[in-house]
């Protein structure tokens, strides 16, 4: 599971760590980018910050403007990560 934001620069991160995972894969018998999903944070729409790059995207986490903590932790812990592999 890959985390990103919905920045120019979270775009790059994951691009250079998708680069980095392909290279370290080549030494591999277990390829981890088959098996790679993407889960965005605060990300507003997904569809267009995602870099081309063959990722599943699992969910969007959105931003919680001025929410509690305790709240915050509620909302993500309803998500299905795993379900939707």
């Known amino acids: 599971m890959?985390?990103?934001?919905?920045?120019?620069?979270?775009?790059?991160?994951l691009k250079r760590a998708y680069q980095a995972m392909k290279i370290q894969e080549?030494?591999?018998?277990?390829?981890?980018?088959?098996h790679a999903v993407l889960v965005y944070n605060q990300c507003s729409n997904p569809a267009k910050a995602m870099p081309d790059l063959p990722?599943?995207?699992?969910?969007?986490?959105p931003y919680f403007h001025?929410?509690?903590?305790i709240q915050i932790?509620?909302?993500?812990?309803?998500?299905d990560f795993f379900g939707n592999l």
């Open 2 to 13: 890959i985390t990103a934001g919905c920045t120019a620069a979270s775009d790059e991160k």
């Open 26 to 34: 080549q030494n591999q018998p277990v390829s981890l980018l088959n």
């Open 55 to 61: 990722l599943k995207v699992l969910c969007n986490v």
């Open 66 to 69: 001025q929410m509690p903590e």
């Open 73 to 79: 932790l509620e909302q993500v812990s309803a998500y």
